[in-house]
């Protein structure tokens, strides 16, 4: 199973170079004519699918005369599941029915750990002592840390640039502005409003616009060494897609715009995978499965926070392909993330290239705790603003610079 159909598109193709049938199941395909064919080799179907025919697969697994048989889950972490409401992740309690007969079941993620503090499919789990607390620890049969990967030569090694400045709140009706520094800032409502401006190209504080045509040049460079080389853009909405796509087309480049409603989007990505255009802008369908080598440059311009999918959205950028494999020393050229200086991407940053223990903690009676009094309002102290706030802030590998 996996999350997107345009990623069971690759796993068909990379099963066809092993000399594998994979086919893409088919709602209305009955039991018998599975058995009947014995042509195939396995079937593929996306999260959603399954979940919405839930019952009808589970009346044609067990008479398909399938033997013994193995089920794979592909970004395995967004099947979640919820003791206490089964049902409620309905993907995980899918996969969890339909795949009960297997005789083995493999998960398959690059991110293993989810924001909701839930476990997910085909995961063990350990229960562990922290303090007065047991927690659950989710433990990989077989672990490859991306910093083994880049030592290898396997993968690339990355090279973060944020984009610092000052974000201008200006009060409803006029009168004076409240300033915050995107990096220093530590209230979290402040955090979260001076990202939302930071992304957009129109702001006065210009970060987002600093912040792409430094991608630009950095790719221009890129290509100097691989002339095959292009970026991605992961922006917010369609709307903020469309104006990112129309400043990059300004500059000179070829721009492909792909989002889940543009029934071409499949064959922009075909074509942006075999050289088609410089740059490639999507909102939700290239932050993770999404596979093309020559993507050397992020643009991280999206409000969404969570550490699996910036982790996902950044590793676009770290494929390597046999053509190139060949011509770079191990470890490899590095590719390149610009991002606005948002703490919490920052200290992602910081770990990427580091596997974390995924802990299941007790889940607390509170929604949280209130912010301190007058955390929502009132102009920073100025011993918050740093004298190099407005900098782009350069980071390679797992360290952050020390004035942070």
């Known amino acids: 199973m996996n999350l997107r159909t345009s990623i069971g598109g690759q796993w068909q193709q990379a099963a066809t170079r ?12 009955g039991a018998a004519e599975l058995a009947a064919d014995p042509s195939w080799h396995g079937l593929l179907l996306s999260y959603q699918s399954a979940a919405r025919h839930r019952h009808r697969l589970e009346q044609q697994w067990p008479n398909a005369a399938l033997g013994s048989w193995l089920a794979i889950a592909d970004e395995v ?21 339909v795949t009960g007969s297997a005789a083995l079941r493999l998960g398959l993620t690059g991110t293993p750990f989810r924001a909701d503090n839930l476990a997910f499919c085909a995961a063990r789990r350990q229960r562990l002592r922290e303090g007065d607390q047991l927690v ?28 610092d400045g000052w974000v201008d709140h200006g009060r409803p009706g006029g ?25 957009q190209l129109g702001d006065g504080s210009a970060i987002a616009l600093r912040l792409l045509l430094g991608a630009r040049r950095r790719l221009e460079r890129l290509r100097e060494q691989h002339p095959g080389a292009g970026g991605l853009v992961i922006a917010r909405d369609i709307a903020h897609a469309r104006q990112i796509s129309q400043l990059l087309e300004e500059q000179g480049d070829q721009v492909h715009l792909v989002h889940s ?6 064959a922009r990505l075909a074509a942006f995978r075999a050289g088609g255009a410089d740059w490639l802008v999507s909102i939700d369908m290239c932050a993770e499965g999404f596979d093309a080598p020559r993507v050397r440059v992020v643009a991280y ?9 910036f982790v996902q959205g950044i590793t676009r950028a770290v494929r390597m392909d046999g053509q190139r494999s060949g011509l770079e020393p191990v470890p490899r050229q590095p590719s ?43 102009q920073l102290p100025l011993q918050a603003i740093d004298a190099r706030a407005g900098a782009v802030l350069n980071v390679r590998g797992p360290q952050l610079p020390s004035f942070l």
């Open 136 to 163: 659950e620890h989710i433990i990989p049969d077989l672990s490859v840390e991306p910093r083994q990967l880049i030592a290898a030569g396997d993968v690339r090694p990355l090279e973060f640039r944020f984009q």
């Open 77 to 97: 972490h967004h099947l979640g599941l919820d003791p206490d409401e089964p049902e409620a992740a309905a993907w995980g309690h899918a996969f969890s029915r």
């Open 18 to 29: 092993l000399g594998l049938d994979l086919r893409a199941w088919d709602h209305g395909l």
């Open 175 to 199: 009168g004076d502005s409240e300033t915050s520094p995107l990096s220093a800032e530590t209230r979290e409502s402040w955090r979260a409003r001076n990202l939302r401006r930071a992304i």
């Open 336 to 378: 390149y993330v610009y991002a606005p200086a948002d703490p919490l991407l920052i200290s992602y940053a910081r770990s990427w290239s580091l596997s974390e223990p995924y802990l299941l903690r007790p889940r607390p009676q509170s929604l949280g705790a209130p912010e301190p009094a007058g955390a929502s309002s009132g």
């Open 301 to 309: 311009l999206t409000t969404v926070v969570t550490r699996s999918r």
């Open 261 to 266: 409603q543009d029934p071409e989007a499949p």
